[in-house]
């Protein structure tokens, strides 16, 4: 039957042309018959000759093929036999081993009765299934008499003696045991590098006396010592606050689960009354180089520091780990590096076309009142500032409305829509109180802006703004407005201050510093200070607080649902929709008034998402518990968004997270 198709493949098809002849032939008898006939004789010889020749030449094609097809199946053949790789043939349903080569059979150990052995028999745990799946590659090693091996194989149907039609697996094994044993040493030797840094080095020095500053960095020397032997690295003094540790990455591992303990042996070196010193690790791991491996480091150390210090950071090929950052961070900004700052942004104003200020989604009053000291700015400088704010969703309207009035703002506030058409090449993206790229008001505009300068105080996360022309960057301030206001100090006067842009910038430092009771140092009464000399009313600022009636119900409602985890955590969570968000972050505050809680948390379903606010006394960072769900802030004031999930998982995922908190 295959012969009679190759056949009809290979034969020219010829029966048309003859049948045209022989009508020819018909058609030339009525006009002469001699001609009909010489042409009929001449049709039948070359019919025969064309079958003749055609005959021939489909026996000398399939004798060709027959001598292709048995070199072939003497090819496969002695390829199974001889070749240099370990093979089994098996049937992967019933697990029976089918042929097997020598190689295969001194391999297994079992060169007796292997044909009537299974497949599990000669390898123990020998996966399957990935051949049923159509693979070609073992995706794990398969172990054989302590070796590793690496496995390919086909599947094929093959007739059995009944006719049936069955599966038939050809394996073929590859010895992976010395280049895995030598994958594994190569990784567990790469060199891992870490620069040590002590965060309040010039406060220690001035907390102790002369005398005493040898033991005090003697004692830390001692300890950074102690636990660098447990990594059998290198440890170096670079300068006076700095150290490079260099160890193999095999050890790694031994530090992680030791949770970075050098973090607490440092900080209970007790130097004066109340003064402790505390540690920021960088690492640098999973580089092709030294060089690289050193700039990752230096990056973990600076995103360390940004986040407040006291913390470990390691920057691997792709991402960010955190370890450490429960300490209450102090002030260590200094006046001059607020006048270098904004010297630069009033370079930047100068030479950019146009000005936008953008703050998060949902802007607050601290991202409102941040925007509107940039505008100042700008104006002094006889530029246009704009801000990017979507009004119909804030948490500020009662500051908008305020400067909505102001007929310097009467084509300020902008939608982020309308700011991106209208946006300019050499404009400049000021960014208040946030440094994450997906929080922003407008993702759009910011990937759009190829300068941008970013304001905030908020603790750094794995994700943020990155190459930005300009970063004031302090998580040590109170608010974003404090951070502005510092900056105005030297860029304008106080008379250049609106009496509304002055009331806005308090009432973002009063908002984040909870009416001044959280996260406030001596520079925070300095920034209200210049705001009070500005003419800012803190009777007008109070009432920009002021809640109606339903709002004080809805936020008690919120309250009543609390509950105490773990004696000393509120937690309060609200199945039902129609939560506003200023209300859910009001409850969290009010909560921490309760006696012994130390952070309170609220979650609240937003349509498919669940939101999360949390706040904290100073005792629990709140920004390490929510940074597991993907939230961020600073230690005593968190948020964060659970996407498309239920409100009992985030429950339950929250808890966890606490729990894995304290446990570290």
Known sequence: ????????????????????????????????????????????????????????????????????TGSVDTASKSTLIN??????????????VIWSNEDFLQLAGVREHLFEMKVEDAVPDCPVQWLLEG???????????????RVYGSLVRAKGRGGEQNLVATTYWVDTTEADELRRTYTATRPVLSLLMIDNYEDLMKACADTQRSAVQAQIEEKLSTWAAGGEGLLLKIERDRYLY?????????????????LDAIRDIKVGEGVHPTLSIGIGKDADSMAELYKNANLSVEMALSRGGDQAVVRNRVDFEFYGGRAKTTEKRTKVKSRVMANALSELMADAAEIYVMGHSFADMDAVGAAAGVC??????????RIVIDQEHSAAEAVLRKLRALPEYGEVLVSPNEAFLRMQPGALLVVVDTNRPDLVESSQLLESCNRVAVIDHHRRAASYIENAAFSFHEPYASSASELVTELLQYLIEPADLLREEAEALLAGIVLDTKHFTLRTGGRTFEAAAFLRRAGADTADVQRLFQNDLSDMVSRYDIIRRAELYRDDIALAVVPEEGVDRVTAAQAADELLTLKGVKASFVAYRNGEDVLMSARSLGEVNVQVVLEALGGGGNSTTAGGRVENSDIETVRRRLMEAIDAYFEK
């Open 376 to 385: 100042c700015a700008a104006r002094k400088r006889g530029k246009r500032a």
């Open 83 to 96: 070749s240099p790789l370990p093979i089994m043939v098996f049937r992967p349903d019933t697990g029976e």
């Open 135 to 149: 693979k070609q590659e073992c995706p794990e090693r398969v172990f054989m008499n302590n070796r590793r091996f």
């Open 246 to 262: 260099i160890f193999e990455e095999q050890h790694y591992e031994h530090f992680v689960e030791d949770k970075f303990s050098v």
């Open 1 to 68: 039957m295959n012969n009679k198709k190759l056949s009809r493949l290979l034969e020219p098809n010829l029966k048309l042309y003859f049948l045209c002849l022989l009508v020819f032939t018909l058609a030339a008898v009525s006009v002469s018959p001699v001609l009909a006939l010489a042409e009929g004789v001449a049709t039948v010889g070359l019919y025969a000759y064309f079958t003749q020749s055609n005959k021939k030449r489909r026996q000398g094609i399939l004798q060709y093929i027959d001598n292709v």
